[in-house]
């Protein structure tokens, strides 16, 4: 069965500093892989998105993510945190099969220091 | 940007009444869904939709229902609110290809 794990509950960094948030999932095949970011108060907004070729994606607002395939991780990445990147992130995988669904995980919740 | 609208933003209400929650996206996507998000948990699929008169439960059993009688309309219905209905829940929609789901800002709702 699917499943997308986020190892770090909670994660804070200072602004300015270099950020990574951890995704594992468990897919049988090549799956889609998202990240998502949720604004206190918001709905969800997608960072960015994997579905086939360059395993190093780019998203908005400086993100970025690779996928390896070996470890069956995408971990998001960020070279320098802003105050307004405090939120909470999910990664999700989708799959091929006619449920159309997307599995979220739960969650890594990110504070920034000033 | 997105184009679906959840309403009402909050509800607080009591146990026993029944209410339904609004979801409407301009976009025309055929395929909508509806998550229950708990505080600091993750997102779970209850219901999904692959276009009108399709209705289907998703991961977790709800008790509520759903229709989907137009393309942009997809109301979710709890007959009989109770506790632990408390959640907030969130409607999504994506078109063709692969999945990039657009989500509304989500219902909170509190069941007294």
């Known amino acids: 069965a699917q499943s997308v794990t986020q190892p770090d509950i909670h994660i804070t960094v200072s602004e300015g500093a270099s950020l990574e948030l951890r995704c594992n999932y468990s897919y049988g095949a090549t799956p889609y892989l998202f990240w998502y970011v949720q604004s206190p108060g918001q709905g969800l907004q997608l960072l960015l998105k994997y579905f086939s070729g360059d395993t190093l994606v780019q998203g908005i607002k400086g993100f970025e993510a690779e996928f390896k395939r070996s470890q069956s991780s995408f971990n998001l990445r960020k070279p320098s945190v802003h105050w307004s990147d405090a939120a909470e992130y999910f990664c999700?995988?989708?799959?091929?099969?006619?449920?159309?669904?997307?599995?979220f995980g739960p969650g890594t919740s990110l504070s920034v220091i000033p | 940007e997105a184009d679906i609208y959840q309403t009402p933003r909050y509800l607080v209400i009591g146990t026993g009444k029944k209410i339904t929650l609004e979801c409407s996206q301009t976009?025309?996507?055929?395929?909508m869904y509806w998550y229950q998000q708990d505080p600091g948990m993750e997102l779970h699929l209850i219901h999904y939709s692959y276009g009108v008169n399709s209705t289907e439960k998703g991961d977790l059993s709800s008790e509520s229902t759903v229709s989907r009688i137009r393309t942009e309309h997809f109301p979710l219905t709890l007959e009989s609110a109770r506790p632990s209905h408390t959640s907030q829940y969130l409607c999504?929609?994506?078109?063709?290809?692969?999945?990039?789901?657009?989500f509304g800002s989500g219902t909170q709702l509190s069941v007294l």
């Open positions: 999700a995988v989708g799959s091929k099969t006619s449920y159309d669904k997307v599995i």
């Open positions: 999504a929609s994506s078109g063709q290809g692969p999945r990039k789901l657009f």
């Open positions: 976009m025309g996507h055929d395929k």
